[in-house]
C-alpha cells in the first residue's frame, strides 16, 4: 500500500462514516413520520373531502360525471387534476382516502430528495455539508406541525405545487434545450394551476432559463408559445369562475400594513408554534434572518456575477413570499391568528427551505473562502440558529403526540358514526365529518351501495330490536353501565362502564347508547368504543366517553346501553340505566 493511500485510508474512513451518521440524522424525521401515519390513518373522509371528491364520486356511481363536474370550483379552485387522481385511486380498492395520505408522504418524500439534489450541485458543495443542510430540510419537510396535513387526504393537492416549484428549478438549471424545459416547466404548471388556485403563479416561476451563452432571438418561439398557453390557461380558469360567498373581502375591511405584517410573521412563525414557542417571535426571528440573507445574496451577486447558485434558493422564496402575500391578502378579514391555521404551514414548509438554500448558497460562494473569522463567526450563527430549531421542533414533537393521540380517538368516533349512519342518522359526531349531515347521509348511500366506499356500514335492522326493549334495572350478565350524567360545565352527556358477550370469550365489537322515548322504544343515539380490559376477565371491555346530547329527546329520558356483536347483528343489554331529569342535565 502506497504511503499516501496509508495517510489518507483513515480520513476517508472517518468521512465515510460522518456522511452515513448525517443521512441516518435525516432519515430519522422521515421514518418516525411514516410510522406515525401508518398508526394513525383511518379511512375517514372528512369535511372537504365529502364536496371533492365525494360529489365527483356521486356523479360517477350513478352515471352523470362529465367534464363540467371535473372542472368545477371548489372554494377558489378548479381541482380538475386532483379529481382525475381520486378517479383513478378509487378504480383500486374504492375509495379509501389512505392512498392519497400515501400520495402526501411520497410527495414529501420526492421533495427532501429533490432539494438534496440542488443543493447538492451547487458549485463549491461538498458531500458532507451538502447532506447537512439536506439533514436540516428532512427535519423541516417532516416537522410535527405537519402531522395534521400528512393525514388529511385532500393536502395532496397543496403539497403538489411546492414539489414543482422544485423540479422547474432542477429542470432550469439542468443542460435541457429551452423547448424542453418549455414542454416540462409548462406540464406541471397547467396541472399546479387546475389543482390549487396559487398553482398559476407558477407560469411566471416555470419561464425557462436560456443555456449559457443561449440566444433569446433564436428561442422566441419557443417563448411565444408557452407565455400563449399561460394566458390561454389562466383565461380559461377565470370563465364562470365566482368568488366564495363565505370568504371575507380583500385586505378584510380596509388595508393595515400593520395587521397585514403581523399576519406574514405568524404565517412564518406557525412552523414552530407550540404551547412553549410564541410563533410572532420565532417569525419575526426567521424573516430578519431572510431578509440578511436575501441582501447578503444580492452584494454575492452583483460582485461574482454567479446567479444560478442563488437561482433555487431564490425561486422557491418568490413562491413562498407570494404564496404568503395572497393568503394573507384574502385570509386577513378573518383576523390575524388565522395565520395559524394547520393547512398554511404546507406552504410556510417553501419559506424555510428557501431560507436554507439560501445560507447554504452563501456558504458555498462567499464564506467557504472568506477569512478563518469570518467562517468561525459564520459557523457559529448557523450553530446557534440550528440548536435553537431543533429545540423549538422537540418542543412541537412533544406537544404534538398528545394532540394527535386524541385526534385519533376522535376520528375512530366519527368513523364509527358513519358506519353506524343508517341507525343513527341524527348523531352529533356527523356533524364533525360533514356539517350538512343529510347531505352526508345521501352522498355516503350512494357511494356505500355502488361499492366505491367500503366501510363496514352497519345495517338499519340492528334498530329494530331497541323497539320495545327493556335492559334489566340490575344485573350484569352483559356488563352494566356505572356512570350516566350531564356535566355541568360542557353539558355533555358522559357514560362509562364495561360490557360482554355471552360466550365470554372476546369484547364485545362496540356499546350502543339508547334513550327512552315517549312512544316507550328506544331510540339510538350513539355508539361508543369497546375496548378490552388489560389483565381482566377475557372478553371484558371497558367504555367511556362524553358527547354532546344534541339528538337525545327532550323531557326526562331513560338511558340504556346495549353490547353489540355486528357479526350476528345482535344486542345485549347491559344493567344500569338512568333516569335523568331535566333539571339534571
Known sequence: MSSFAQATQPSLGSSRLASAALFAV????????????????????????????????????????????????HNESRKFFPRLLYLALAQFGGWDVRKEMAFIFLSVCVTAALFGRLIGGMPGASARTALLAWAVASFLCFSPVQFENFLWGVQVEVFFPGLAVLVIAWVNLSRLSVSRKAVVNGTLTLIATYTVAHGMLLWLLGIP????GGSLRKNWTTYAAYMSCAAIASGAYFIGYTKPGYHPAFFGSGLNVLQLGHYLILWVGSYFN??????????LVAVLIFLASLVSAVLVIRRT??????YAPILIAVYACATAAITAVGRIGFGVEQALNTRYRVFSLAFYLALVALLFALYCTAVRRASWPQRQLFH???????????????????????????????????????EW??????????????PEREVL???????????????????ARIAQQLQHAAPPATGADHGQMTTCRFDPEDHNLVITGRAQLPDGKRAPDCVLIGALEASGSYKPINVLEAVPRPNKKKGYAKFARAFKPTNVPPGEITIAAWAVDLGSEKLYPLAGTTRISPGKR
Not at 456575477?305 to 442563488?310: E, P
Not at 430549531?389 to 385519533?408: K, V
Not at 349512519?421 to 360533514?434: G, S, T
Open 209 to 212: 432559463l436560456l443555456a449559457r
Open 421 to 434: 349512519i343508517e341507525v343513527i342518522p341524527d348523531n352529533p359526531d356527523l356533524d364533525l365529518i360533514f
Open 26 to 73: 435525516g432519515l430519522a424525521p422521515l421514518l418516525a413520520m411514516l410510522l406515525l401515519v401508518i398508526r394513525n390513518w383511518l379511512p375517514l373522509p372528512t369535511w372537504d373531502e365529502w364536496e371533492t371528491p365525494g360529489e365527483m364520486f356521486v356523479s360517477f356511481c350513478q352515471g352523470t360525471l362529465g367534464l363540467r363536474d371535473l372542472i368545477a370550483q
Open 274 to 283: 407550540s404551547a412553549f414557542i410564541d410563533p410572532f417571535a420565532v417569525g
Open 305 to 310: 456575477g454567479d446567479w444560478r447558485s442563488f
Open 441 to 459: 347521509r345521501e352522498r355516503a348511500r350512494v357511494v356505500r351501495d355502488h361499492h366505491l366506499l367500503r366501510l363496514p356500514f352497519v345495517s
Open 380 to 418: 457559529l450563527a448557523a450553530g446557534i440558529t440550528a440548536l435553537a430549531a431543533l429545540l423549538a421542533w422537540s418542543a412541537c414533537y412533544l406537544e404534538g403526540l398528545p394532540h394527535l393521540a386524541l385526534a385519533h380517538e376522535r376520528d375512530l368516533s366519527r368513523l364509527r358514526a358513519l
